[in-house]
């Protein structure tokens, strides 16, 4: 099997024919939100069931922290630090330089968060933005059952510390992420998980002044759907999917596949000069040299 689906000739120009699929780990539960440390050389990763993050790096695995509060998405601010969302603490938090850790926000109008997923930084502002599914919630693999106190939504919490609804439409909203100019905000949709005939697809948004408009369906993605997902310095976006990683052009057409055969729950680039692709595929943490680079 090829590890390459090429259904567009652009898709030639990212991917690299003499580059492997690497393992870097594997054994563990579920992996979700990577990120990666430029100026460490590392990466962190969290084993969701497994109450754990992990830290790879020069080709070794290590704890990074354990118990996590079943963390999920991770991603760093302006100032190199870590923010992190917690299904079992219901909470976005943020880990400075010296290791000391601070809640940032755990509730919105009186109420709970539910389970935050996956959360993005937008540079220009500072800006902090992120999804607020129930998942987390509703089973005691990924953190423990609790009782939803707020409908799903997608969140922006300001460098001010100011806490908003970016937009409440959305079932199950998942990852998220920037276009390299940040005019566009895309987000998944993957809806009720208990329902198989829920819709689920890759929304768009524009940004402009901290408010998104003119909401629309960017794409659907097959097999499975997209969870995890990010830009490169193209504008094309790479998505996690039931077969492996999908790339599609900043107008949604599909350029490629890499396919691992197995299901992808999310992904970053790393590496030298953001080229490198890793890739959260159930058990497994891979990597995978490409010819395109990461928004920064």
């Known amino acids: 099997m090829s590890l390459y689906d090429i259904q567009d000739p652009r898709f030639n120009h990212l991917t690299l024919g003499n580059a492997q699929l690497e393992t870097l780990a594997d054994g563990c539960r579920w992996l979700e939100g990577p990120v990666w440390f430029a100026d460490q050389e590392l990466l962190l990763f969290s084993d969701i069931p497994n109450n754990r993050v992990l830290r790879w790096c020069e080709n070794v695995v290590t704890t990074y922290q ?98 908003s609804i970016a937009s409440d439409d959305f079932t199950g909203p998942n990852g998220l992420a ?38 629309r369906i960017f794409a659907r993605i097959s097999p499975g759907y997209a969870d995890g997902i ?20 900043p107008e949604g057409e599909m350029l490629g596949k890499i ?17 490198r692709l890793f890739i959260c595929a159930g058990t497994r943490l891979l990597a995978l040299h490409t010819n395109s680079r990461g928004a920064a």
């Open 259 to 275: 396919v691992i055969g197995d299901t992808v729950s999310n992904l970053c680039f790393g590496g030298r000069h953001l080229s």
């Open 230 to 249: 990010k830009c490169d310095v193209d504008g094309n976006l790479w998505c996690s999917a039931g077969d492996g990683v999908h790339c599609l052009s």
């Open 66 to 163: 354990s118990p996590s509060d079943f963390a999920n998405g991770h991603a760093r601010d302006n100032e190199g630090r870590l923010i992190s969302c917690l299904h079992h603490r219901r909470a976005i938090t943020r880990r400075e330089l010296d290791g000391r850790a601070s809640i940032l926000a755990d509730e919105y109008d009186g109420k709970r968060l539910n389970a935050p997923n996956d959360v993005t930084i937008q540079r220009g502002t500072g800006a902090i933005w992120f999804s607020d599914p129930v998942y987390g919630i509703m089973t005691d693999y990924e953190g423990g059952k609790q009782a939803p106190e707020r409908p799903p939504a997608l969140y922006r919490l300001d460098a001010n510390g100011t806490l």
């Open 178 to 215: 920037f276009s390299p100019d940040e005019t566009r905000l895309y987000v998944t949709e993957t809806g009720d998980q208990f329902d198989p005939h829920t819709d689920r697809h890759i929304r768009v948004f524009d940004v402009q002044d901290g408010k998104l408009s003119n909401g």
